[in-house]
């Protein structure tokens, strides 16, 4: 919702921007329902979870999921019949589907091109197992696909939390005697709004984490956005970008390879844009 929001308020739709982030409200108030947080759930713990999930919480629950499906489809369905908005949206931004696989892009940006590629779907794991859901894919690769993907995996997320309210068993929340020998580590993967995260965790003493290390899904989704810019005007490129989804935190850092003689460098945000405005000391001739 919010990414969509965003897209709407990039070509001049500032009522849908408005709508749509009335609807996400709900949405926060649904995470702060169940974690005691809008934002930072903390829910999590070795051996289960935080908290339990009272009865009268989850008719609480209920009732907001369905307020935002009834909200969400409102805003979408006026989206989708505001023509100025769709001329910006439709053709713009296209990401071939070749190039979409050979970047390895993930999320909505690879699905908007017809590629189905969802961990949830390929690497299906414990709870995901027992709940029916759809991926849904685009064909176009623009603007309009990947946004279309992303209302249409949010009605599937609904879908999913209904089912995951119905079918969640009874019983404890949380095994006290879990315990993590330190300095064992496992990988993990999930499928996230931007698209797959893959996490590396060890576990140090006292049971607290020792090493974690993520790649997130704008890794992968960054190097084709070149392809993406390539005819559209500058006009356009703020919403190309949005399409993305980018996190820039994610990205604030790269490590350039040179591949005939095994060099490698960490290059920061600053020394990126101290060379993109002078054109002077480049970061990678020592390579």
């Known amino acids: 919702m919010l990414n969509i929001g965003l897209a709407a308020e990039l070509t001049g739709n500032f009522t849908a921007f408005l709508q749509m982030f009335k609807v ?59 023509p100025n908005l769709l001329s910006r949206w439709k053709g713009t931004g296209i990401l071939d589907p070749q190039i979409a696989r050979d970047f390895s892009t993930v999320g909505p940006n690879v699905r908007g091109t017809g ?28 603007v ?32 006290k005697e879990a315990f993590v020998v330190p300095h064992t580590f496992a990988i993990g993967h999930d499928e996230a709004p ?19 290390r993520v790649r997130a899904a704008t890794y992968n989704n960054w190097p084709s956005l070149r392809f993406q810019l390539r005819g559209n005007s500058i006009s356009d490129a703020p919403l190309i970008v949005c399409s993305l989804d980018p996190c820039y935190s994610c990205t604030e850092r790269i490590t350039v390879v040179n591949v005939n003689n095994g060099k490698s460098k960490i290059i920061g945000k600053d020394q990126l844009k101290n060379y993109a405005k002078t054109l002077k000391n480049s970061p990678i001739k020592d390579l």
Request: net charge positive; glycine share 8%.
């Open 194 to 212: 931007r698209g797959s995260n893959i996490h590396f965790t060890m576990h140090g003493n006292a049971q607290k984490v020792y090493r974690w």
């Open 24 to 82: 996400r409200e709900i949405a926060m108030e649904l995470a702060q329902h169940l974690t005691g947080g809008r934002k930072t759930y903390g829910m999590i713990m070795v051996g289960g979870v935080r908290r339990d999930l009272t009865a009268r919480e989850r008719n609480i629950m209920l009732t907001l999921v369905k307020q935002i499906e009834t909200g969400f489809k409102e805003c979408w369905e006026a989206v989708l019949d505001a």
């Open 115 to 142: 590629i189905l590629r969802d961990s949830r779907y390929d690497h299906a794991f414990d709870w995901y197992k027992k709940v029916k859901f759809e991926v849904p894919v685009g064909a176009d690769g623009d």
């Open 144 to 175: 309009l696909s990947r946004e279309t993907v992303r209302a249409k995996e949010l009605i599937q997320s609904v879908s999913i939390i209904r089912q995951t309210l119905e079918l969640m068993p009874k019983g404890p929340i949380i095994n």
